[in-house]
């Protein structure tokens, strides 16, 4: 089963491993191309889980799909695909929520956006992490903060749509399938050469 971080071991791999790893020895460039392989099942398995994410939302007019992420390791063989946080933050963007009132009405918030609230509403793309983790896990009641006092409210609840665990184990399944031919490929090209 995979986790937010969507590793997963294929038993298969094993005998290749071991070929693999007696080619490493004589050519210092196989590590490089094995990754290069890694890297390009991993962007197709993020495209199916950012697929699944897409479909768990209703609206997504910032882009949230976007925060599926991967990352092929360096020191050994492998790599995961995952929605935590990005280390570097994106450039903030101009998202503004559309009005429901029409000029000159009455009614609305009239209190006016903290620091932190305009912060996070300029989160878009792969920024968005926290908001596929909310969707996935589900929350608690959510109260807004008081404000000094002024304010309060009750946002209610968002119920738990688990779309990561399954998509994420399909799609690196297919993945770990589809890197088992690449590399025996690559094995094939190497032993005829």
């Known amino acids: 089963m995979a986790d937010i971080t969507g590793n997963i071991e294929v038993d298969g791999l094993v005998k290749q491993r071991e070929e693999l790893e007696r080619l490493m020895m004589g050519n210092p460039q196989m590590e490089k191309r094995v990754q290069k392989l890694i890297r390009k099942v991993l962007m197709a398995a993020r495209k199916q889980v950012s697929q699944s994410a897409q479909g768990a939302m209703r609206s997504d007019p910032r882009q949230a799909y976007k925060a599926v992420k991967t990352s092929v390791y360096r020191r050994i063989l492998g790599g995961s695909v995952s929605i935590l946080n990005k280390r570097r933050a994106g450039a903030p963007g101009s998202y503004e929520p559309p009005r429901k009132l029409r000029p000159g009405q ?5 209190v006016p956006r903290g620091a932190r609230t305009q912060q996070v509403m300029s989160y878009q ?10 969707l996935n896990q589900g929350t608690g009641e959510r109260t807004a903060g008081t404000r000094g006092g002024r304010l309060s409210g009750n946002r209610g609840s968002i119920a738990p749509r688990n779309f990561f665990s399954n998509s994420s184990h399909r799609a690196l399944q297919q993945a770990a399938a589809e890197l088992d031919k690449l590399i025996d490929e690559m094995i094939k090209q190497e032993f005829n050469k």
Do not use: H, V, W, Y
């Not at 009455?106 to 009239?110: A, K, L």
């Not at 793309?125 to 909310?134: P, V």
């Open 106 to 110: 009455r009614g609305g918030n009239r």
């Open 125 to 134: 793309g792969a920024d968005r992490a926290f908001i596929l983790r909310f």
